[in-house]
């Protein structure tokens, strides 16, 4: 597996080492003792989530103010752009966000540490995502940041005519939300 910096120092994209012929393939997704070994972050995953969404479907930017979460996502069919914004008012990229794509394609996965904000777009007709996380959903501690905060400013894909949740249609601005200390 390959472990690569973004430009959020804790956000690590992963890249497994993929065996394939015309068969197919083949990957390990998920070995415990090597994440640790190889990003030094030390999480014990207690849930995993398993969504499905048509292009254009936009879920974020989502992040638990109490119980947060480590999140460790990845497509596994279709593709995404996927998002992460650092909420840590300490941080001195607090509001800094990165993208990136993650597809069936690329089978790269990517480590959300707590204290970000996390979402994803469709890019393709539908896409399958998952991802690991390290504290149970708790719904009364669950914020959304607007995905289209103007003071964030995320790069989403061009052409966007994004389809949003009512909860995710409430986001709120980098200014108004709870964040981390």
Aim: glycine share 6%; with cysteine; charged share 25%.
């Amino acid at each position: 597996m390959n472990v690569i910096a973004t430009e959020l120092p804790e956000v690590l994209i992963l890249e497994p080492r993929v065996f394939g012929d015309d068969r197919g393939f083949f990957y390990e997704s998920f070995n415990q003792k090597k994440f640790q070994e190889l990003t030094g972050v030390d999480a014990e995953f207690v849930q995993d989530n398993h969504s499905m969404s048509a292009r254009n479907v936009l879920r974020g930017l989502h992040y638990q103010i109490q119980q947060t979460q480590g999140k460790l996502v990845r497509a596994t069919v279709g593709e995404v752009y996927d998002v992460v914004v650092d909420l840590r008012k300490s941080s001195p990229r607090f509001g800094k966000w990165v993208g990136l794509t993650l597809s069936a394609d690329n089978k790269r996965m990517l480590w959300v540490p707590p204290g970000f904000a996390h979402g994803f777009v469709v890019t393709s007709d539908k896409a399958e995502f998952l991802y690991k996380t390290t504290d149970y959903w708790a719904p009364e501690h669950e914020r959304c940041l607007m995905w289209n905060d103007p003071t964030v400013g995320v790069q989403w894909p061009d052409n966007l005519a994004p389809i949003l949740s009512a909860k995710d249609e409430q986001g709120k601005s980098l200014h108004e939300a709870e964040v981390f200390a």
